[in-house]
């Protein structure tokens, strides 16, 4: 049985802990907040928990196993590096640090202790996600020429992190599940309409060593909540639904094909191909509780999660790109 402390209950803990709960190899051993209001809740939901407004008592407990981090962003570096230094699994939400050089130390400490380190970005384990890594990876779509997303709601502004740390990250964990490459630059633009407030309208582009473009649209002011994400190939292109009740992937075998006048080189000739749609099944697996799976299957495997501290590095290296970029009115910002 692997003990888990849920450190933050305020909107992803009480998600967290039922997960954790809800499986046969783990149980709730604590649950800390600073918020009395808080831990009442979570008395009255996991009424054999620990209960600690400081996270110090957790990590004095030999008895603990893991954590799951679920503070605002700020705290995330302190708090997990704490927990890996007392001998702790951590399972950390995103963004799962401020900066590159606070997740490449995370990386580093984890890797030195052999401790399972794990950024909590959830849709790489959403079954729609897995299923359009199969279909990328299996050449079915050809070669990929684009990823565009479409993620906005009428959201809350937050004062810690813009809306690229906040939702936009969501897309930059699918695209470094899904995609075939990583990124070589970005440019981002961005406007902040309320005064002393992040940037809450985004608009990030990636660009790639070939002809794969990425584009993400990341708003929190829009009138009705999107979710929509676009991946077109050579072959046939996808659309993904996050909202939609049942058909969430829908695979068009529709594109075009060139080809070239044999009477003349000057002349190309085009044709559009409008093929069959399908929707394969998807599974309704909720994605945190693969997440949760997956994370205590590495620790008692000694397995490294897919997404690993590493793979967290690699999304706030964008991020960090991206606001130079919208410091510099878009400019093209490369990747190392």
């Known amino acids: 049985m692997i003990r888990v402390a849920i450190i933050g209950y305020g909107y992803w803990g009480p998600k967290l802990a039922r997960n954790f709960a809800a499986v046969e190899k783990s149980t709730v051993q604590w649950i800390c907040d600073d918020r009395p209001e808080m831990l009442r809740q979570a008395a009255q939901s996991h009424s054999n928990a620990k209960i600690a407004t400081d996270s110090r008592d ?16 700020a705290s995330h570096y302190q708090l997990a590096m704490n927990a890996l230094k007392a001998g702790k699994h951590v399972l950390l939400e995103k963004p799962m640090a401020t900066s590159s050089g606070q997740a490449k130390r995370l990386c580093d400490e984890a890797a030195k202790r052999k401790q399972v380190l794990m950024a909590g970005h959830t849709f790489v384990f959403h079954p729609a996600v897995q299923k359009i890594r199969e279909l990328v990876r299996s050449g079915e779509l050809g070669e990929i020429y684009y990823y565009d997303a479409v993620r906005v709601n009428l959201g809350i502004v937050r004062n810690d992190v813009d809306v690229l740390w906040d939702v936009a990250i969501h897309d930059l964990s699918i695209i470094d599940r899904v995609l075939p490459n990583e990124p070589a630059a970005v440019s981002a633009h961005g406007m902040s309409h309320f005064s002393g407030s992040q940037v809450n309208t985004a608009y990030l582009t990636l660009l790639f060593n ?29 659309i993904f639904d996050e909202l939609e009740p049942s058909e969430k992937i829908k695979i068009y075998d529709r594109g075009v094909t ?60 964008i991020l960090e790109a991206a606001e130079r970029s919208l410091r510099a009115n878009g400019r093209v910002i490369k990747l190392k």
């Open 58 to 73: 957790i990590l004095r407990d030999p008895d603990t196993d893991a954590i799951a981090i679920a503070t605002p962003p």
């Open 210 to 238: 070939s002809k794969l473009i990425a584009h993400i649209h990341s708003n929190w002011l829009a009138p009705v909540k999107t979710r929509r994400t676009l991946v077109g190939g050579s072959r046939k292109m996808i």
């Open 258 to 317: 060139i080809t070239e006048d044999a009477e003349s080189v000057y002349k190309v000739l085009y044709d559009y191909r409008m093929g069959d749609m399908h929707s394969p099944r998807i599974e309704s697996t909720e994605p945190l509780r693969a997440e949760v799976d997956h994370f205590l299957k590495c620790i008692e495997r000694g397995e490294t999660p897919i997404s690993d501290g590493h793979a967290g590095l690699r999304i706030i290296q």
